[in-house]
Nanobody, 117 residues
Framework: QVQLVESGGGLVQPGGSLRLSCAAS????????MGWYRQAPGKQRELVAA???????TYVDSVKGRFTISRDNAKNTVYLEMNSLKPEDTAVYYC???????????WGQGTQVTVSS
């Protein structure tokens, strides 16, 4: 069964922190680099962080130094620790395999992150 379940979003003030979690089915998680994507209103979905099976991480410039991606291979779970949040981080956040978006045909429901005072 293909499954992606994101959680942990919410409303936070600028400068605050959130920790997102994503539970994935083995068919999606095991043996693949995983990523966190986000889609803000009126904008295209973008990959913001990725982690290889061995733990190598990459980030888009706008979140470097503020976001940390990690994975627990025993739990098929990927995390995104977000600190120093800004209003421009407001978006729905999704996890999935780290690959071109056009190659991904299944998505979870996502989790809403709203940064506002």
């Amino acid at each position: 069964q293909v499954q992606l379940v994101e959680s942990g979003g919410g409303l936070v003030q600028p400068g605050g922190s959130l920790r997102l979690s994503c539970a994935a089915s083995t068919s999606i998680f095991s043996g693949y680099s995983m990523g966190w994507y986000r889609q803000a209103p009126g904008k295209q979905r973008e990959l913001v962080a990725a982690i290889s099976t061995g733990g190598t991480t990459t980030y888009v410039d706008s979140v470097k130094g503020r976001f940390t991606i990690s994975r627990d291979n025993a739990k098929n779970t990927v995390y995104l620790e977000m600190n120093s949040l800004k209003p421009e981080d407001t978006a729905v956040y999704y996890c999935n395999k780290a690959r071109p978006i056009r190659a991904l045909d299944y998505w979870g429901q996502g989790t809403q992150v709203t940064v506002s005072s």
